[in-house]
């Protein structure tokens, strides 16, 4: 089926770096486009989302960017700070019966080092 | 702030037994959705609903169903709970397909 795959399935990086995560989905129709991050014993929440009709969005030290073409998403975090460290998930909707689904990546682990 | 609330945070059910657990949302969103998450695989979809009474299989529905009789709630149902369905189980709502999901604080079901 319509799938998300996504790497690093864990990444340590020093404060200060930045730290890229990579997505790449299957269905060409998926127009959106979230990230959401999971801290230890907490719920997912949504740190940034893209839609299809913008290559790039950025908010404070956080980007996404969109490449339709190759059909690949990546979330760049700039600055790192240990607050940062979490377990990160990509998802895109994807075309299911009626309407579309939401369907995650695997996931990454990301560790800031002080 | 939106409210999506499971029922339960932990369970421990025995092989065989059949289990509900339940999610209700209170910002009178179309969508909701089923997850689980084990180590490694991600959050992956088993049922989702776009309306009362409408649901669609997600990746791995084997071994579940799901109810939606009022728009505020998704129940998740093991008809027969199996040692392999231990795991954390999320629910999510949202307004529609293309927006933010809302998660619940999740629960950890345990088959012994």
């Known amino acids: 089926g319509e799938n998300v795959e996504q790497h690093p399935s864990t990444l340590s990086v020093q404060e200060g770096d930045s730290a890229v995560i990579k997505c790449t989905y299957s269905d060409s129709a998926s127009n959106y486009f979230p990230w959401y991050k999971q801290e230890l014993g907490k719920r997912p929440q949504l740190i940034i989302d893209?839609?299809?009709?913008?290559g790039e969005k950025k908010d404070q030290r956080i980007a996404v960017t969109l490449n339709k073409t190759a059909k690949h998403f990546s979330l760049h975090i700039t600055e790192t700070q240990p607050e940062d460290s979490a377990v990160y998930f990509c998802a895109a909707s994807i075309r299911g019966g009626a309407t579309n689904k939401l369907i995650f990546g695997t996931g990454t682990l990301l560790a800031v080092q002080p | 702030d939106v409210k999506v609330t499971q029922s339960s945070r932990y369970l421990v059910k025995r092989t065989g037994e059949k289990v509900f657990l339940e999610c209700v949302q209170d910002?009178?969103?179309?969508?909701m959705f089923w997850y689980r998450q084990d180590p490694g695989l991600g959050l992956r979809l088993i049922y989702f609903s776009y309306d009362v009474k409408m649901k669609e299989k997600g990746d791995i529905p084997e071994g579940y169903s799901v109810s939606r009789e009022k728009k505020e709630r998704f129940s998740l149902i093991l008809e027969s709970a199996s040692t392999n369905q231990t795991s954390m189980y999320l629910c999510a709502s949202s307004l529609d397909a293309n927006t933010e999901a809302f998660f619940g604080q999740g629960t950890r079901l345990t088959v012994v």
């Open positions: 910002m009178d969103h179309e969508n």
């Open positions: 893209i839609r299809s009709n913008v």
